[in-house]
């Protein structure tokens, strides 16, 4: 059991080490899309992974479309402040492509425009917040993910 946990274009290191260490922890893959917003070296990614960084299972892709070409038959959905529908009601399915965007403005509007009925949110109840921090929002949907799989 596990899933693809995909990060468009990651801006925050501590963010991308942390999904990294819950990659890990979830059995999950990470698939990172360049361009990042650091060095993948970067001494705050690795101490945010701590030791575990060099067990994790990571992919490097150079561009979005690199990414889109390698995974064109997967089963892939995208989570988006934009989405209609509540990640909750992903027909979650193992090893399927969960996609987040940047931090600081999401996915591609591309991406959204040509994926609706595919793109899900995690709901929000405050006007005062546009968005959850980027290791929340993956952490919520893969262990959601994993609870729906353990009662199947």
Not at 54 to 77: A, C, G, M, P, Q
């Amino acid at each position: 059991m596990g899933y693809n946990i995909v990060l468009i274009e990651p801006e925050i290191p501590t963010n991308t080490g942390n999904i990294g260490r819950l990659s890990l922890a979830s059995g999950s893959t990470l698939h990172l899309v360049k361009p990042f917003g650091f060095e993948i070296n970067d001494s705050r990614l690795k101490r945010a992974g701590l030791d575990y960084w060099k067990n994790i299972s990571l992919h490097i892709y150079e561009s979005i479309e690199d990414f889109f070409s390698t995974h064109t038959d997967k089963n892939i959905v995208y989570l988006s402040s934009h989405g209609k529908k509540e990640y909750c009601s992903i027909d979650y399915k193992d090893d399927m492509f969960l996609v987040f965007g940047k931090e600081s403005v999401g996915l591609p509007k591309s991406i959204i425009d040509k994926n609706s009925d595919r793109l899900y949110k995690i709901p929000i109840y405050s006007e005062h917040i546009r968005s959850l921090n980027l290791a929340n929002a993956v952490s919520i949907v893969v262990y959601e993910g994993i609870r729906v799989l353990n009662t199947k």
